[in-house]
């Protein structure tokens, strides 16, 4: 029983002895590279200012993508795909001309806001 005692406490001293580096790390997926463990964002998330740019960016080229014949306006056809302009048109279209450019949008969109408030 001493003998086993013993064998069981060298172990375990030998055990201790080994570096971290040669175990697994506790608490690390397997699953993910190490290259990918622990890497800081390339850059924040953006906020504010910022996240309005970008959001004001990305509308902009869906309207773009819409405007088929490139004039810088939507008409009803073209307006369809751009859901939300389709669904809002004659909201969007306050001069009543038969199309919507994006200064409309934009303008219709900062109405609804000031109606949120």
Not at 20 to 33: K, L, S, Y
Not at 62 to 71: E, I, K, R, T, Y
Not at 91 to 110: M, Q, T, Y
Request: aromatic share 6%; net charge neutral.
């Amino acid at each position: 029983m001493k003998t086993m005692l013993s064998i069981f406490l060298i172990l375990s001293a030998a055990q201790l002895a080994v570096p971290v580096a040669a175990h697994e790390q506790i608490g690390v997926d397997a699953q993910v590279p190490a290259a990918l463990r622990n890497r800081p964002a390339t850059s924040p998330p953006a906020a504010g200012a910022a996240l309005q740019a970008q959001v004001l960016s990305k509308l902009e080229a869906q309207f773009h993508a819409a405007d088929l014949d490139g004039n810088g306006t939507l008409s009803p056809e073209e307006a369809k795909g751009f859901g939300f302009v389709a669904t809002h048109f004659d909201a969007i279209d306050a001069g009543r001309r038969g199309a919507v450019s994006f200064a409309d949008l934009r303008a219709f969109l900062a109405r609804a806001k000031a109606e949120r408030r």
